[in-house]
């Protein structure tokens, strides 16, 4: 721990009726920055651990509602977990995004130097993205400090860091050592844009319109064999073609010989099992070298692999006449040549299923390249069993089967990219004399430079990793596996860090990763370390517009963060997140969704200003009456806070943060401000100050509310601290987020309290609807029956004791409470439950005109009744709308007719 004395807390805003969370929000982040609240420390014997590891931006990122939503939970969960005292770390750090960063900087350069990274060279080129990185790659962390992230940000890595670029070279060498890892010519997914191989899961499937093109193939012995295809420039590199075996149309043509179109070749035609008959006419071109069944077909049958592709897209020279041209030019100019000729059969409109690259959406092309690959099935075996055997548990449960539906179906995964950004593959080859390398000599795969390259001559793979393949070593690497952030061995205290940081205990993500890192951190973390690399999987669903659509740049639908923390408060927008997050399902998400979050803080802001008032500076409030010597009203709030904080526990426990904060705002609004506060807050002297509040009442009101305030700071954590830090004089270092998270206390419970004000609240709530349904101007004060059901004796008494209740909260002069009381002439009735409540409306009403309105309002509701009554009786409506439409057609009738119920009810009331 460092010397430095601890900061004295800012100063509390002076109270006002109007939150403003401006003036409050970057004080106390700088104060929580300053006294190390986020740091954690390693745990003392026997201390507990909470460690969930951020999911690590891109440099190139801006924050945005989907970090807002990830952010609030993480760090909701962790304030959490350190205010109950465990050592808490939330590991921050950034991502280099290969594909993504070196496309910025490509760009940058290319508007500003006129130049392309070819034109600077590798290592220059690489200095400039460092130098990017430097300048811009910090900004998306800085905004997180606006959302009030409590990450241990002194412990921030970046998966190019010299310890990580160790962790990432170590883990290669040692698959590779284990035949994990293989470099291989097989068909892969390329980007013609960036000009890279893309794994599966970087590659989405889009259906666009497309044609099926029927192709005659001439046949060498006469006639001709049509096949149809969605992607004619392929016809050039065809090497056969296929008809299914048991396909009695073909069986004669089997064994003989078909020539492709315009370039000559001559091709086999055979059988094979894969050939759909039902598809086209029933035969299939095969072009091995660029379609992925196509490949495994020529594997079976030993056919050439002819690529007619450059890795820009373009047309190599195997594709004679057409050398040179776009794919998608040649496409068009290889069907017209096709119809000139003869050759087209016909052509037909087709849904077409077009790979396209997530991050350049350039059309994918299936292209034979010799890259690196990594064995998954070995892997994945043992991260299901994982799961299966309970080891980490995913939340909510239904996401095991998706996890499971992937994994158990695994392929090989492509970790190589042809970038210059990112972390080099540890492979080195020797050299011919003019430099290039020496295929003939066996490469070496090492973390260093080889002991074999006495000449120093030997180069390094120019390929770099995919990003993911430092990613999935992110929840142990950080800590320092394997040999320390500098590279040289780990010191004891990151062996200490690994030993008491991992494995972590939950991962929190969105369902869009569950393949591309959560998954594989499961693998990489059970096969380096020999553990799970988190207990728990808690899967959110994605922020969507308020159409449910993926907010995106084209559709231009996002929702800024930083704008709605300016517009709402950093608490408003963590609350409104927070409340519409239910685990693994979307939030449709709207601006005014924020009010909510707004309306609550300010709620809270006022609710210290009820009491506030009557505090005097520097002075310590504490309760000095027992549990038992509190009132009913504060036995009931005593022992519903108490429930809350269980309720609050539970609900953490399960990772269900929206039920866990609806729990804290039921406790605060509804029954700590509407019913408690407004039973003990002081009355109005004659010149309208307010009397003085009984020192222990006021006492028990700051204990509550410091209490809730502690509930609320994992969720709205900057009012909150404001807030505590009113209630009385903190020492230097003092904070809410280190303050100790209150406990359920059996003691302090009353179920007959909560029984017994439960039935007061009902009784006043019946008084207060009789006098919004009869429009009794709030100045009134009425009078009231209680009339109580056998059996109910001693609550006349109970009742009796507390007159003041209903005087305060339903402006009641004359209350009369007994068994079996009997209705008044011309009063309303409510019951609750076997009581019910009389309200005589003599006098407080003009009982002739209120008659008059209800039965005005009688006759239109039910003129209102029968013509949608009508409307579901006409067979034609029924027939032609929608379901929907009917529905809420038969909702209408159904809250008319309750409507009506209700205002007779009413108009009996007034005889």
Known sequence: MSDTPLPTPPAPETPSTAYAPAQIEGKWYRYWDETGVFHAERPADGQE???????????????????????????????????????????????????????????????????????????????????????????????????????????????????????????????????????????????????????????????????????????QSGGHLTIATTRPETILGDTALAVHPDDERYAHLIGQTAVVPFIGREIPIIADEYVKREFGAGALKITPAHDKNDFEIGQRHGLKMVSILEKDGTLNDEAGPYAGLDRFVARKQIVADLDAAGLLEKTEPYKVQVPVSSRSKAVIEPLISRQWFVKMKPLAEQAVASVKNGETTFHPARWASEYFRWMEDIRDWTISRQLWWGHRIPVWYFTNDDGTVDESRPFVVSVDRPAEDTAGTMVQDEDVLDTWFSSWLWPFATLGWPDGRSGAGMTDGEKADLKAFYPGTVLVSGYDILFFWISRMMMAGLHFTGEVPFRDVFITGIVKDAQGRKMSKSLGNGIDPLDMIAQYGADAVRYSLTILCTPGQDIKLDPTKFEMGRNFANKVWNAYNVFGSQMEPGKTYARQRSFEQLSLV????????????????????????????????????????????????????????????????????????????????????????????????????????????????????????????????DLISGVRSVRSDYNVPPSKAVAAAVSLGAGDDALVAVLDAHRAYFTRLARVDDLQ????????????????????????????????????????AIAQKRGFFESVRKKLENESFVSRAPADVIERERQKQADAAAEIERLEANLADLV
């Not at 670029?165 to 980007?191: D, H, K, M, P, S």
């Not at 100050?689 to 410091?706: F, G, T």
């Not at 009403?845 to 039965?855: G, M, Q, V, W």
Request: net charge negative.
């Open 817 to 856: 409470i007994g068994v079996g009381l009997g209705k008044p002439k011309a009063s309303a009735a409510v019951v609750v439950g076997s009581r019910e409540v009389f309200v005589p409306l003599a006098g407080l009403i003009d009982l002739s005109a209120e008659r008059s309105r209800l039965e005005t």
């Open 634 to 761: 504060e036995r009931w709030i005593v022992t519903r806070l108490n429930q809350t904080v269980a309720a609050v526990d539970e609900a953490l426990a399960r990772y269900r943060p929206n039920e866990a904060l609806m729990a804290v705002y039921e406790f605060f609004w509804n029954d700590y401000c509407d019913w408690y506060l407004e039973l003990i807050k002081p009355a109005r002297a004659a010149d309208g100050a307010p009397e003085r509040m009984d020192e222990d009442v006021l006492a028990l009101a700051v204990e509550l509310y410091e209490a809730a305030m502690q509930l609320l700071h994992p969720f709205m954590p900057f009012i909150t601290e404001e807030l505590w830090h009113r209630l009385r004089t903190r020492a230097a270092g003092e904070s809410c987020a280190t303050s100790r998270w209150p406990t359920a206390s059996a003691a302090e419970q009353s179920d007959e309290a909560v029984r017994t004000f439960a039935l007061v609240q």
């Open 49 to 219: 651990t909470f460690v969930v590891m951020m999911p690590p931006p891109n440099v190139t990122g801006r924050l945005h509602m989907g970090h807002a939503l990830q952010d609030t939970v993480q760090d909701a969960l962790t304030r959490y977990h350190r205010m109950r005292g465990a050592a808490a770390l939330w590991m921050p750090g950034l991502d280099h995004a290969g594909i993504a960063t070196q496309n910025v900087v490509e760009k940058a350069l290319k508007e500003t130097e006129g130049q392309s990274r070819h034109d600077l060279g590798r290592e220059a080129f690489v200095d400039r993205v460092w130098a990017w990185k430097e300048e811009y790659g910090d900004i998306i962390l800085q905004q997180k400090h606006s959302l009030g992230v409590s990450a241990d940000w002194q412990r921030t890595r970046f998966t190019m860091d010299a310890g990580f670029i160790r962790a990432v070279q170590e883990a290669f060498v040692r698959l590779y050592t284990e035949g994990l890892v293989y470099r291989g010519t097989y068909l892969v997914n390329w980007c013609p844009v960036d000009q890279t191989a893309l794994s599966d899961e970087e590659v989405d499937n889009v259906e666009r319109d497309g044609n099926l093109w029927y192709v005659r193939y001439p046949i």
